[in-house]
């Protein structure tokens, strides 16, 4: 996951806006972390759950946001200045943003289920591209 995830990364551009879907323990900081790597990012990556917002510098400021927290007070903080700013937007729980979401962004949709009957965990990764340069952002990976 983080090989596909820093992939993504070196391809993402000023003002992209990735939304992170899945349950608690599915991977999105873990994700996060390979698109960090893909961006030059060498600092530790990890969730911004009581911060919100923990940016990061690289070949592109990297603002991870976890909103999870915020409930449905997207005012709480200046989404804005992150979306349309410098850098690369990530969002946890970003669905929970529901219209505050820009109309083009790339959902990411982390599925856990059963492997076998030990229980080993594998992931499942949907891309889901909102807008045509999503579009293309998926179909050149």
Known sequence: MLQFAQKLGRKLEAQDVIVLTGELGAGKTTFTKGLALGLEIHQMV????YTIVRSL???LPLHHMD???IGDDP???????????DGVSVI???EM???DLPKDYLEVIFDKYSKDLVNDQEREII???HGKR?????NNL
């Open 46 to 49: 990890k969730s911004p759950t």
């Open 57 to 59: 510098e690289g070949r």
């Open 67 to 69: 909103v999870y927290r």
């Open 75 to 85: 005012d709480s903080f200046d989404l804005d200045d992150y979306l349309f700013g």
């Open 92 to 94: 946890e729980w970003g």
């Open 97 to 99: 943003l529901g219209d």
């Open 127 to 129: 891309l889901k591209p």
């Open 134 to 138: 999503y579009e293309e952002l998926v």
